[in-house]
Protein backbone atom coordinates (compact mmCIF):
# COMPACT_ATOMS: atom_id res chain seq x y z
CA UNK A 1 0.00 0.00 0.00
CA UNK A 2 1.45 3.28 -0.99
CA UNK A 3 1.36 6.42 1.34
CA UNK A 4 2.49 9.72 0.67
CA UNK A 5 1.61 12.21 3.72
CA UNK A 6 2.36 16.04 3.33
CA UNK A 7 3.98 18.44 5.62
CA UNK A 8 4.69 21.77 5.92
CA UNK A 9 1.58 24.30 4.47
CA UNK A 10 0.20 27.10 6.43
CA UNK A 11 -0.59 31.42 6.17
CA UNK A 12 2.28 32.73 4.92
CA UNK A 13 2.26 36.49 3.50
CA UNK A 14 2.91 37.39 -0.34
CA UNK A 15 6.26 37.36 -1.16
CA UNK A 16 6.95 35.08 1.85
CA UNK A 17 8.33 31.24 1.55
CA UNK A 18 7.24 27.55 2.61
CA UNK A 19 8.78 24.14 2.42
CA UNK A 20 6.56 21.32 1.64
CA UNK A 21 7.67 17.36 2.45
CA UNK A 22 6.19 14.41 1.06
CA UNK A 23 7.11 11.22 3.25
CA UNK A 24 6.50 8.08 1.10
CA UNK A 25 5.91 4.56 1.65
CA UNK A 26 5.22 1.40 0.45
CA UNK A 27 6.69 1.81 -3.37
CA UNK A 28 10.39 1.76 -4.69
CA UNK A 29 10.99 5.53 -3.91
CA UNK A 30 14.22 5.56 -5.83
CA UNK A 31 12.69 5.16 -9.40
CA UNK A 32 9.62 6.87 -8.83
CA UNK A 33 8.83 9.98 -10.31
CA UNK A 34 7.18 11.82 -7.66
CA UNK A 35 5.17 15.05 -8.15
CA UNK A 36 3.23 18.10 -6.71
CA UNK A 37 0.05 19.19 -7.52
CA UNK A 38 -2.24 21.75 -6.38
CA UNK A 39 -6.16 22.58 -6.39
CA UNK A 40 -7.60 26.11 -5.68
CA UNK A 41 -11.30 26.05 -4.98
CA UNK A 42 -13.27 25.93 -8.12
CA UNK A 43 -10.16 24.88 -10.44
CA UNK A 44 -9.26 22.06 -11.20
CA UNK A 45 -6.30 20.04 -9.78
CA UNK A 46 -3.24 21.16 -11.79
CA UNK A 47 0.59 19.44 -12.26
CA UNK A 48 2.74 21.69 -10.22
CA UNK A 49 6.53 20.67 -10.91
CA UNK A 50 7.69 17.02 -11.22
CA UNK A 51 11.09 15.10 -10.45
CA UNK A 52 12.31 11.98 -11.86
CA UNK A 53 13.87 8.86 -10.81
CA UNK A 54 17.16 10.91 -12.43
CA UNK A 55 16.58 13.92 -11.13
CA UNK A 56 15.23 15.64 -14.17
CA UNK A 57 12.93 18.67 -13.64
CA UNK A 58 9.40 20.45 -14.81
CA UNK A 59 7.57 23.27 -13.44
CA UNK A 60 4.04 24.94 -14.16
CA UNK A 61 4.64 28.28 -16.29
CA UNK A 62 3.59 30.49 -13.69
CA UNK A 63 5.91 28.94 -10.98
CA UNK A 64 9.18 29.08 -13.04
CA UNK A 65 11.94 30.43 -10.87
CA UNK A 66 10.34 30.53 -7.72
CA UNK A 67 9.70 27.05 -7.01
CA UNK A 68 12.12 24.09 -6.63
CA UNK A 69 11.21 20.30 -6.09
CA UNK A 70 14.06 18.26 -5.35
CA UNK A 71 14.07 14.97 -3.37
CA UNK A 72 16.09 12.97 -1.04
CA UNK A 73 15.83 8.89 -1.71
CA UNK A 74 17.67 8.18 1.59
CA UNK A 75 14.62 9.63 3.02
CA UNK A 76 12.13 8.66 0.56
CA UNK A 77 11.20 12.18 0.61
CA UNK A 78 10.26 14.60 -1.83
CA UNK A 79 10.38 18.33 -1.37
CA UNK A 80 8.83 21.91 -2.75
CA UNK A 81 10.68 25.23 -1.95
CA UNK A 82 7.99 27.81 -2.73
CA UNK A 83 9.19 31.39 -2.61
CA UNK A 84 8.28 34.76 -3.33
CA UNK A 85 4.86 33.71 -3.18
CA UNK A 86 1.44 35.09 -4.38
CA UNK A 87 -2.30 34.92 -3.57
CA UNK A 88 -2.57 32.97 -6.83
CA UNK A 89 -0.42 30.11 -5.30
CA UNK A 90 -3.42 30.11 -2.95
CA UNK A 91 -4.60 25.97 -3.25
CA UNK A 92 -4.52 22.53 -1.28
CA UNK A 93 -0.94 20.94 -2.17
CA UNK A 94 -0.84 17.40 -3.08
CA UNK A 95 2.03 15.18 -3.62
CA UNK A 96 1.50 12.10 -6.17
CA UNK A 97 2.94 8.88 -7.54
CA UNK A 98 2.16 6.69 -9.87
CA UNK A 99 2.58 2.43 -9.13
CA UNK A 100 1.30 -0.32 -11.71
CA UNK A 101 -0.36 2.07 -13.38
CA UNK A 102 -2.01 3.43 -10.08
CA UNK A 103 -2.36 7.04 -9.13
CA UNK A 104 -1.88 7.71 -5.60
CA UNK A 105 -2.64 10.84 -3.76
CA UNK A 106 -1.52 12.32 -0.56
CA UNK A 107 -4.07 13.79 1.94
CA UNK A 108 -3.31 17.05 0.74
CA UNK A 109 -1.89 20.28 2.80
CA UNK A 110 -3.44 23.96 2.57
CA UNK A 111 -0.68 26.98 1.39
CA UNK A 112 -2.77 30.31 1.82
CA UNK A 113 -0.93 33.45 0.56
CA UNK A 114 -2.97 36.42 2.16
CA UNK A 115 -2.02 39.19 4.08
Known amino acids: QVQLVESGGGLVQPGGSLKLSCAAS????????MAWYRQAPGNERELVAR???????MYLDSVKGRFTISRDNAKNTVYLQMNTLKPDDTAVYYC?????????WGQGTQVTVSS
Open 96 to 104: NTWKFGNPY
Open 26 to 33: GTIFSIST
Open 51 to 57: ITNSGST
